[in-house]
């Protein structure tokens, strides 16, 4: 009898890590010591001035005391680690754009400066948000100064040098509640980055009584809640657009697995084409994942796939032969047209089944519910002919100035992330309101999306 190996036992491993009573109990153990402390109400700011994500995080907050009796302790940090950041170049120009993107989805002050910050502005703007971490004007403070530095160009910033010690405690603290960069908030045992997750906040204050309304009804939902719903479908069926949905994801990636799901029913509302291209996997590429980064994406990619209906937690790491072999089968897959239901029936199999598709029978079972004939595909696993399409459409995934998954974009307009598919919706809107099916729809057609959405 074979004694289970690791990779055996891994799968079990995450399910019991992403169960419910896991979480439950340990929501109750921290919510156990935040009342014995009087803190029940307090939740832990991490702020970088150099983050421009900080500029809408902090008028969210502003928006959330108003409606939740919470307070907020914040917490100047400044490194940016290179090992959590592989293309800080790129991160840079992405994250102005996209955090800009989000104040002006919520109607926020966006940090829309032409030019990015000097250090000696940034220098500064970490010094007066230390002298206000102590103060009950903490959060108006650092609102003003965040405002100031990615607001203005007028390079007249006071003066000022950060205490490098206050900086290092807070870093400390960062990295001790398990996190590691700014523009997060911390709450009994939970992280919460910038506006897009504080609707998982908002539903821990109202599960703890701390709503100051009646009704329990979110502010922070504009980035997913209706996503697809009021696509418009032309009466005569055909598609409203010929330009193709394009989806940059690694089968290692369980955002890419959210993303894939989405992006299906996204491209399905709108009748537009989706055209699916795969990368390698970070650490297959050389690049290192850390192990705050990795167990930060699996916690938060359970309660999003929570939040969103789709099934997560029992994973079955493909990493090396797991994503060779789903590539080597993904021109088979696409020459019988079935190149989207077989990553699907994949993501789904390694990301919520516990199936390990290294494995000639978790391979197989993957490829035949997916519509493909096993006994065709298995003789293609050792081609090697993927990579050089693996590798185009890296380069194609980076000529967008993004380099993490997933990544989409249609016709000029790119985004990352799975919880940014609303900026491709924007696009298509346009798209078909100017076109000459402009308000030509079928009713009928739509309420079934809202349906499959709801169900979903």
Request: charged share 25%; proline share 6%; net charge neutral.
């Amino acid at each position: 009898m074979r004694l289970p190996e690791k990779a055996d036992l891994m799968p079990w491993f995450a399910r019991a890590l992403s169960s419910a009573p896991r979480y439950s109990m340990k929501h109750a153990i921290q919510s156990t010591r935040a009342k014995i402390r009087g803190e029940q109400d307090l939740a832990q700011v991490f702020l970088n001035p150099r983050d421009p994500f900080g500029l809408p995080l902090l008028q969210a907050l502003v928006q959330l005391q108003e409606n939740y009796r919470v307070r907020f302790r914040l917490h100047t940090v400044w490194r940016l680690d290179d090992d959590m950041f592989p293309e800080p170049a790129l991160w840079r120009a992405w994250a102005q754009l996209d955090a800009t993107r989000l104040a002006n989805l919520y109607g926020f002050t966006p940090p829309d400066r032409p030019t990015p910050p000097t250090e000696t502005e940034l220098t500064s703007a970490a010094a007066r948000l230390l002298s206000a971490e102590q103060t009950s004007e903490a959060l108006t403070t650092a609102l003003s100064v965040f405002e100031e530095l990615w607001r203005t160009t007028t390079g007249s910033a006071p003066a000022g040098t950060p205490d490098e010690a206050a900086l290092s405690d807070n870093e400390t603290l960062l990295r001790r509640l398990g996190h590691y960069q700014g523009s997060m908030v911390w709450y009994l045992g939970d992280w919460f980055w910038g506006v897009d997750r504080l609707d998982h906040l908002e539903r821990s204050l109202i599960r703890h009584g701390l709503n100051r309304r009646t009704a329990d009804r979110l502010i922070f939902t504009r980035t997913w809640a209706n996503l697809g719903t009021e696509a418009r479908t032309p009466v005569d069926g055909k598609p409203t657009d010929s330009t193709p949905l394009e989806v940059f994801f690694s089968i290692r990636s369980p955002y890419s697995y959210l993303g894939l799901e989405r992006a299906t029913k996204l491209a399905h509302a709108w009748k537009i084409p989706l055209r699916l291209r795969p990368v390698l996997p970070m650490l297959m590429r050389g690049q290192s994942v850390p192990d705050a980064k990795k167990w930060y994406i699996f916690h938060d990619t359970k309660r999003e796939a929570n939040k969103l209906g789709i099934p997560y937690g029992f994973v079955a790491d493909p990493l090396g032969p797991g994503v060779e072999r789903c590539y080597a089968l993904f021109d088979f897959a696409r020459s019988q047209g079935l190149e989207i239901d077989y990553m699907r029936s994949y993501a789904r199999a390694v990301n919520a089944e516990g199936i390990r598709s290294e494995t000639d029978a978790g391979l197989k079972l993957i490829v035949e519910r997916a519509g493909l004939n096993w006994q065709k595909a298995s003789p293609l696993l050792d081609d090697q002919s993927w990579r050089y399409w693996a590798e185009d459409n890296r380069q194609a995934m980076y000529e967008c100035g993004l380099w993490g998954v997933p990544s989409f974009r249609y016709g000029a307009v790119s985004c990352w992330g799975q919880d940014r598919l609303w900026v491709i919706e924007e696009k298509v809107k346009k798209r078909v309101e100017t076109s000459s099916t402009q308000g030509v729809w079928d009713p009928t057609v739509n309420a079934e999306v809202k349906q499959s959405q709801r169900s979903n």
